[in-house]
């Protein structure tokens, strides 16, 4: 526990001795006074219970007033609080499949009017980053808590080149951990980071790069999730690639491989209704943080519920408070 104004607490050990040594006083020169006039027998106090009903309010009312100064002092402690809060990295897809029409207006830009949902929908205790990945992964708005940056970043997204989930993982990954991760990564220490969720926007089609599983397990081992969300549809469509007619296909089976080895989810979306209630399912962990929580009303809650005790049997067995 710590004070806002520590100078308080001498305040109140001083407050609170002189109030003692006056209290203890005055009831030695009441004892002597009774006894002058020869009354021993009361100043001797009589029963115990006497003795009590007769010091108990007045010790009531002292014990309240340290713990009224206390109270002024500000009194602060640090408590785990529950609270929806990390970083997401949303990664999409952007190769030439992603253009397919199977999904409209097509796969990517049902994607992006998902995700742009999502984004919208979170805390602002959730900073998030959007990435794209193709034959490569590149980092296009590092992780925010300002989502209109991170919606601009992921309006800007546009089909192209080939499809390296491996690759998209490892960057997402080095995004949270702050570290570069390569797939040779196995004995880097990356700490653990279970706040952490990659959401991935893809069809499935992989075409080259590191081994995803692979990467997948690196995550695991670093505590971050990763949810993967299906877009297109298993009867696929038909993209033109430099001047080829190219039949693309949702593959589910590497996207689910992916997630269930984070302890994440697979989703599938075929359409752009299912995709936008897809990303409304996918969930962000509670956590607890340490934070530093005033403690004023307790104590002048307690300070209250004391004066009042004293107060009242104060007035009831002496007909006064003090």
């Known amino acids: 526990m710590s004070f806002l104004y520590p100078i308080v607490i001498a305040v109140a050990v001083l407050v609170t001795g002189v109030a003692i040594y006056g209290y203890v006083t005055l009831q030695r020169r009441r004892t002597q006074a009774l006894t002058a006039a020869g009354f021993g027998v009361l100043a001797g106090g009589g029963s115990r219970r006497a003795a009590l009903r007769r010091h ?3 010790a009531l009312l002292l014990a309240a007033l340290p713990i009224m100064l206390v109270g002024l002092a500000r009194p602060q402690a640090e408590l785990s609080v529950p609270r929806v809060s990390g970083t997401v990295v949303l990664a999409f897809d952007v190769s030439n499949s992603m253009s397919a029409k199977d999904v409209q207006p097509t796969r990517l830009g049902a994607a992006q009017a998902a995700a742009t949902d999502f984004v919208n929908d979170q805390p602002d205790t959730v900073d998030v980053g959007v990435m794209l990945f193709g034959d490569q992964a590149l980092l296009t708005q590092a992780p925010t808590a300002d989502h209109t940056a991170s919606v601009a970043a992921i309006k800007r997204l546009k089909p192209g080149g080939g499809t390296s989930l491996g690759q998209a993982i490892l960057v997402a ?3 949270v951990t702050g570290k570069p991760v390569t797939a040779d990564s196995t004995s880097t220490d990356l700490g653990y980071w279970p706040s952490a969720t990659v959401v991935i926007f893809s069809d499935g089609q992989e075409t080259g790069g590191p081994d ?3 990467a997948a397990e690196l995550a695991a081992a670093a505590g971050v999730r990763i949810q993967t969300v299906g877009v297109g549809t298993a009867k696929g469509a038909t993209v033109e690639v ?3 007619q190219l039949n693309t296909a949702l593959d589910e089976s590497l996207l689910t491989t992916v997630a269930q080895t984070t302890g994440g989810a ?17 969930d962000l962990r509670l956590t607890t943080e340490k934070k530093p929580v005033e403690l004023t009303a307790p104590f002048a809650g307690a300070a209250l ?8 049997l104060g007035t009831r067995w002496h007909g006064r408070i003090v």
């Open 212 to 214: 995803a599983e692979a």
């Open 266 to 282: 697979y989703q599938a979306a075929g359409d752009a209704a299912a995709l936008d209630n897809t990303t409304k399912s996918i």
């Open 242 to 244: 430099d001047g080829y």
């Open 56 to 58: 108990l309010p007045y």
């Open 305 to 312: 519920l004391l004066l009042f005790a004293g107060g009242l």
């Open 173 to 175: 990954l080095g995004t």
